[in-house]
Every structure is written in structure tokens, then in C-alpha cells.
């Protein structure tokens, strides 16, 4: 099982970015999806999560900016970033669980797979 986090880049504030997350060997239908990001210098945080059922999470301050989406039909999420600001600079990381439940959709811990990460920069 693999997960292959792809996407990421350089923009300005203001810009988009389409972040993917591609998992082979495993079929995610009824995985929940999500998306952690680490900042420099600062520890891994949640961003947002989308359950089998299509039931999404996010973090406060990507709301309304950013749109987390999967395809199961391709085994892929995705992460939409719109109207980027400096401090949405950053690693993101990819994660699946079969069992995690409502109220742990943002704990690291509650995911067992893990993608290698890609990186975001946001310059103002």
C-alpha cells in the first residue's frame, strides 16, 4: 500500500494549486481521505478530511479557500487550494484510514498510512 502525494509548488498570494494523492494497492472506497500540512519550523497540523460518504472536514482557516475532493472510480484525493496566503506555505502530506471515526477526522494518529509529502511555498 502506497501513497503518492503530488501537486505541490511555488505561487504567489493569491494563487491556486490542485494538490493529488494517488494510493495503489489499496482500493480507499471506504477510506476516509485526508490532508495534513507542516509548516516550517512547526509541527504536522490538520487541513481537511472527506469521508467514504462524502462528509468533508476542514480545518478554520482553509475554509472557504480550499476544497478537499476524491475519486474512488481512480483511487484518488485531491486538494484544492484557492486564494493562497504566505502562511499556507508548507509540506503536505496525504494520510487514509479505514476506521477512523467522526470526532478523530483531525488526529494524526487516527491514520496508519501515510504519503512521502509535497511541498507548498506561498510567496507575498
Known amino acids: 500500500v502506497q501513497l503518492q502525494a503530488s501537486g505541490g509548488g511555488s505561487v504567489r498570494a493569491g494563487g491556486s494549486l490542485r494538490l493529488s494523492c494517488a494510493a495503489s494497492?489499496?482500493?480507499?472506497?471506504?477510506?476516509?481521505v485526508a490532508w495534513f500540512r507542516q509548516p516550517p519550523g512547526e509541527e504536522r497540523k490538520f487541513v481537511a478530511a472527506?469521508?467514504?460518504?462524502?462528509?468533508?472536514t476542514y480545518e478554520d482557516s482553509v475554509k472557504g479557500r480550499f476544497t478537499i475532493s476524491r475519486d474512488n472510480a481512480k483511487n484518488m484525493g485531491y486538494l484544492q487550494m484557492n486564494s493562497l496566503r504566505p502562511e499556507d506555505t508548507a509540506v503536505y502530506y496525504c494520510?487514509?484510514?479505514?476506521?477512523?471515526?467522526?470526532?478523530?477526522?483531525?488526529?494524526?494518529?487516527?491514520?496508519?498510512?501515510w504519503g512521502q509529502g509535497t511541498l507548498v511555498t506561498v510567496s507575498s
Open positions: 494497492g489499496r482500493n480507499f472506497r471506504r477510506d476516509t
Open positions: 472527506v469521508r467514504y460518504n462524502g462528509h468533508n
Open positions: 494520510a487514509v484510514s479505514s476506521s477512523v471515526i467522526l470526532s478523530n477526522l483531525a488526529s494524526q494518529a487516527a491514520y496508519a498510512i
